[in-house]
């Protein structure tokens, strides 16, 4: 059964710290999308690639976050200097765009508390 | 924003369909209807899309009004692993379409014993 996966799953940093959160995507799946879901704002889509190249990242804060494809199984998220305010859970989803279908399957999620 | 608005929450008593509806007035001709679910503390979930036709597959139906204005999520024996937030979401196919999600709130579905 293939499943996006996510690491770490949990992680409390300080603020300023930098944070680097990864995700492996379904293997042959050629889109990757990064959110993040808070209470406030709820889910909210930060960026995402296509066959590797971005294609919109304009939910991103640009001075703090990047998101980067090095390879077809990796997908990361820095965030630079981490802010409390970053505190959220942070979905990456990946999905085949085909004729007739185009569901996005997504991981566990990474739960980021900044103090 | 989100093109959809659906209520806030249901509740359904254990072995009865659920119906959540969702309406989407202002849908373009090209845009299809995609129901995920989030349960606590996990991603969403894929259940099921349509354009115009009523969909069935293994988990829900969908029913789509004719004018597509509006359309309904039947889960036709809801069980208590069904309480989850559905989301209703309009958006625009594979190809050389984004397949960008844009999430609203949902509707909070309770399933009771």
């Known amino acids: 059964d293939a499943r996006v996966t996510q690491t770490p799953r949990h992680k409390v940093t300080e603020m300023g710290q930098e944070v680097t959160m990864r995700c492996q995507p379904i293997l042959g799946h050629n889109t990757v999308f990064w959110y993040r879901q808070t209470m406030m704002q709820g889910l909210e889509l930060l960026a995402y690639?296509?066959?590797?190249?971005?294609?919109?990242d304009s939910g991103m804060p640009k001075d703090r976050f990047s998101a980067e494809m090095p390879d077809a199984t990796l997908a990361t998220l820095k965030i630079q200097p981490s802010e409390p305010r970053d505190s959220a859970v942070y979905f990456c989803?990946?999905?085949?765009?085909?004729?007739?279908?185009?569901?996005?399957?997504f991981g566990p999620g990474t739960r980021l508390t900044v103090t | 924003d989100a093109k959809t608005t659906q209520p806030p929450s249901m509740d359904c008593a254990e072995g009865r369909a659920a119906n959540l509806p969702c309406n989407h007035s202002?849908?373009?001709?090209?845009?299809?209807v995609y129901w995920y679910r989030q349960i606590h503390s996990q991603g969403p979930q894929y259940i099921i899309h349509g354009l115009k036709n009523n969909e069935t597959n293994e988990m829900a139906s969908l029913i789509i009004t004719e004018d597509r204005k509006s359309s309904t999520l039947i889960l036709p024996h809801a069980t208590l692993r069904d309480t989850a937030v559905y989301y209703c979401i309009v958006t625009l196919l594979g190809g050389g379409a984004t397949n960008k999600l844009i999430f609203g709130t949902g509707t909070l579905l309770a399933v009771q014993p």
């Open positions: 690639f296509r066959n590797r190249a971005p294609l919109d």
């Open positions: 202002t849908i373009s001709g090209n845009e299809y």
């Open positions: 989803a990946s999905g085949l765009v085909r004729l007739a279908r185009g569901e996005q399957y």
